[in-house]
C-alpha cells in the first residue's frame, strides 16, 4: 500500500478518535449542545447498528461485514491509478472505517455526535469516521466516472 495512504488514514483516523474521546468524556449519553439553532447540535449517542441503524445488536455481523469491505478495498485498490484524488479517497475510506471498526471492537457500538436538521429533516447522527468513509465513496465513484479504475484503461 502507498505511504501516503497509509498517513492520510492514520491521520484521519486519529482525528476520529479524538474527536470520540472528547465527546464521550465531555457529554453525558443522550446530551446535546445546540451550536446552529434548527440546524446543528452536537449530541452523543452510542449506535450498535450501521447507517441509520441497520444490524443494530448484531455487532459481530457488522465487524465481520465491516472486515470483508476492508479486504476487498485493499484488492480493489490496485485497479485504480493512484493519483492525488484517489490515494485521498482510499486514505479516508481506511481511516474511516477503521475508527468505526475499532469503537464497534472496543465497545459493541460507535459513538456518533454530529446531529443535522435539514429543512425538518432530523438527519441521523454520526461521525467524522462517517464523513472520510463518505467521501471516500464519493471520490471513488467519481473515479469510476473518469474511467481510473481497470474499466477504463487508464490504469496501472
Do not use: C
Not at 477503521?98 to 465497545?107: A, E, H, K, T
Amino acid at each position: 500500500m502507498k505511504k501516503k495512504i497509509i498517513l492520510i488514514a492514520v491521520f484521519f483516523l486519529i482525528i476520529d478518535l479524538i474527536t470520540k474521546i472528547i465527546i464521550d468524556n465531555v457529554l453525558a449519553l443522550n446530551e446535546s449542545i445546540t451550536i446552529i439553532p434548527g440546524f446543528l447540535h452536537i449530541t452523543k449517542i452510542y449506535n450498535d447498528g450501521a447507517s441509520w441503524n441497520l444490524l443494530a445488536g448484531h455487532p459481530i455481523v457488522i465487524v465481520l461485514i465491516t472486515l470483508a469491505v476492508l479486504i476487498f478495498l485493499l484488492i480493489y485498490q490496485s485497479k485504480f491509478i493512484l493519483n492525488k484524488r484517489n490515494i485521498l479517497a482510499f486514505g479516508l475510506l481506511y481511516g474511516g472505517i477503521i475508527g468505526n471498526l475499532l469503537d464497534r471492537m472496543l465497545y459493541g457500538y460507535v459513538i456518533d455526535f454530529i446531529d443535522f436538521n435539514i429543512f425538518g429533516y432530523n438527519y441521523p447522527v454520526f461521525n467524522v469516521a462517517d464523513i472520510g468513509i463518505v467521501i471516500g465513496i464519493l471520490l471513488l465513484l467519481l473515479a469510476v466516472l473518469k474511467k481510473e479504475d481497470e474499466s477504463g484503461n487508464n490504469s496501472k
